[in-house]
């Protein structure tokens, strides 16, 4: 065997073997996928603010680790939430129960009043700017351009011996959204 052809054996193995213990295809995949995100984003922001609606209605579906789990209707009018209604519930929640005392602004899914769509923006955008990689998925309306789908957590990519591991820590899913004209 000739020197560039041992040279070229010892970078493969060394090459196949980093594969193998780091992945680093699926931490470029995960990066391009958090890249596309802050792209559509940006879209996404834009067209809410030109259709400019404050008042709208929506159903909100929740967990944050079994923290603060959120089943309910969401009134907002004039861009602030005026009602929560949980969904297994007939009665409406008085505003006073509308966070959580223990967690409050800690944790996004603890305090109702963080459910209008500009406080989703920041909160996206504030993931965005210091940790996009805890992003596992965002997928924004296609009318309105609201985010109706959001999951983060950690994403490990530990390689092929051990697989890279996903855990969701918060995810929210937005349906039945109308604006009330």
Known sequence: MTHNAKKFFII???????????????????????????????????????????????????????????????EVRNGVVKKVQPLDSSSPLPSNQWAEPDWGNEIFLCDYYHFTVPHMFAMLDTILQTSPLSILAVEFDSQYGFVNKFEDGIFANNGWFSFRTMRVYNKFQIINFEPAY
């Open 12 to 74: 493969s193995i060394l090459l196949i073997l980093i594969q193998f213990s780091y992945d680093p295809i699926s931490f470029l995949s995960h990066t391009l996928e958090s890249n596309l995100i802050k792209a559509q984003y940006t879209k996404a922001t834009t067209k809410w603010e030109s259709i400019a609606i404050q008042d709208y209605n929506f159903e909100i579906r929740g967990d944050s680790e079994s923290i603060c789990i959120v089943n309910a209707q969401i």
